[in-house]
């Protein structure tokens, strides 16, 4: 657990994966070269040639108010699509009871983007029916992500299969919960917290910014997958959608969190899962936090 001001942060996994190092097309080994001492191990293998990946949520616990951000990939979902996440059965909803959470206790479910992997467990089969995960939670998604995924609307260029995750993970949140709609940009949101623009790796994809009494954690999502990429920040994943924008996204995110010295915390970093961004050189580095929330 991180604290934020008066808030506290834990991470709660679903489930953590070996990537291949495919995952950046301008991939060469020698870039891990600068970093070689605390990258390989925690986040890098170079005898399988994979990144550690997790697969996680972050929870947000302040005095009245429970936030999940994302919901990983699911349980029992049909991925064809994806099949890491085909028919999965996970300890994600046993390890958000062990950061004392019930589904039950969620005010807000804030999601990043419409992707596979950030929003399984919006919903779970009961009954062969698939129903919100969290009752009383307020689901918030942006207006961007919904008009570019529905396959009613269209769903620009999506496979049946690729729109699987919006048929049984958003569609139920949008016919059985509360949600809002939201642009994206919205400032005080909540007390305390701001949503911010960072498209590219998706259309519509908002970071969450937490602030209090003077500490400021920054959720990115997935403007970067792995913590080389703070060294080669013109590497986009093979996973974004707009590898031009997300470049742009990436860079301005690296000087804010340069700036303000705030705590990047992605959704898919090995290691302790978060850290800072330090200005080197001409570029950046990337300080791992000591503490793993
Ligand atoms: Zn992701």
């Not at 679903?14 to 080994?29: I, K, M, P, Y």
């Not at 960072?198 to 937490?210: D, F, K, S, W, Y």
């Not at 997958?225 to 590497?235: G, L, T």
């Amino acid at each position: 657990m991180i604290k934020i001001g008066k808030y506290e942060i834990h991470r709660i996994e679903e489930v953590v994966l070996r990537e291949q190092t495919a995952l950046f097309a301008d991939w060469t080994e020698s870039a891990v070269d600068p970093i070689r001492d605390w990258f390989v191990g925690d986040y890098y293998s170079p005898e399988s040639d994979s990144f550690t990946t997790s697969i996680h949520s972050w929870l947000i616990r302040g005095p009245d108010l429970t936030i999940l951000i994302d919901t990983a990939g699911g349980d029992d979902k049909p991925r064809p699509a994806s099949p890491r996440f085909d028919q999965a059965k996970t300890p994600f909803l046993a390890n958000l009871a062990a950061a004392g959470v019930q589904p039950d206790d969620v005010d807000y479910v804030l999601l990043t983007h419409l992707h596979v992997d950030h929003v399984g467990w919006n919903t779970k089969l009961v009954d062969g029916e698939w129903r919100p995960t969290f009752n009383n939670a307020v689901y918030v998604m942006s207006e961007t992500e919904l008009e570019w995924r529905d396959p009613e609307k269209g769903a620009k260029g999506k496979s049946a299969d690729a729109s699987l995750p919006f048929v049984d993970s958003v569609r139920p949140i949008l016919d059985q919960a509360q949600v809002r709609i939201v642009k994206g940009d919205e400032k005080q949101f909540l007390p305390d917290i701001d949503f911010v623009p960072i498209p590219g790796h998706a259309p519509g994809m908002m970071a969450v910014r937490l602030q209090d009494q003077g500490d400021e954690a920054l959720f990115i999502a997935d403007v970067m997958h792995q913590p080389i990429q703070v060294y080669n920040p013109e590497w986009s994943s093979r996973y974004c959608e707009d590898k031009t924008l997300a470049t742009k996204t990436r860079a301005s995110i690296l000087a804010y969190a340069a700036k303000t010295g705030c705590l990047l915390l992605p959704a898919h970093f090995g290691g302790s899962h978060c850290g800072y961004i330090d200005h080197d050189g001409q570029g950046y580095s990337y300080r791992p936090s000591k503490v793993a929330p």
